[in-house]
Nanobody, 123 residues
Framework: AQLVESGGGLVQPGGSLTLSCAAS????????MAWFRQVPGKEREGVAR???????YYAASVKGRFTISRDNDKNTLYMQMNSLKPEDTALYYC??????????????????WGQGTQVTVSS
C-alpha cells in the first residue's frame, strides 16, 4: 500500500498550486483522506480533510483558499491551493485512515502516510 504526493514546487505569493496524492493498494473509496503540513521545528498541522462520503473540513488558516477533493475512480486525492502566502511554505503530506473526528483533523486518526511534497511560497 502506498501514497505518493506530487505537485509541490516554488510559487510566488498570491499564486496557486494543485497537489495530488495517488493511492495504491487501498480500497480508496472507503478511506478518510487528509492533507497535513509541517515546517522544521514545528508540529505537523492538519490542513484539510475529506471523508469517504465527501464531507470536507479545513483548518481556519486555509479556509476559503484551499479546496480538497477526491476522485475515487482514479484513486487520487487533490488539494487546490489558491492565494498562497509565505506562511503556507511547508512539506505537505497526504494521509489516509479508516475514520476520523468531525470538526478536527487529528494526526492520530490517520495510519497511512506519504513521503511529502515541498511547497515554497516566495518572491
Amino acid at each position: 500500500a502506498q501514497l505518493v504526493e506530487s505537485g509541490g514546487g516554488l510559487v510566488q505569493p498570491g499564486g496557486s498550486l494543485t497537489l495530488s496524492c495517488a493511492a495504491s493498494g487501498y480500497t480508496f473509496s472507503s478511506l478518510w483522506m487528509a492533507w497535513f503540513r509541517q515546517v522544521p521545528g514545528k508540529e505537523r498541522e492538519g490542513v484539510a480533510r475529506i471523508t469517504n462520503g465527501g464531507s470536507t473540513y479545513y483548518a481556519a488558516s486555509v479556509k476559503g483558499r484551499f479546496t480538497i477533493s477526491r476522485d475515487n475512480d482514479k484513486n487520487t486525492l487533490y488539494m487546490q491551493m489558491n492565494s498562497l502566502k509565505p506562511e503556507d511554505t511547508a512539506l505537505y503530506y497526504c494521509a489516509a485512515g479508516s475514520g476520523g473526528t468531525f470538526g478536527q483533523i487529528r494526526e492520530r486518526d490517520y495510519g497511512y502516510w506519504g513521503q511529502g511534497t515541498q511547497v515554497t511560497v516566495s518572491s
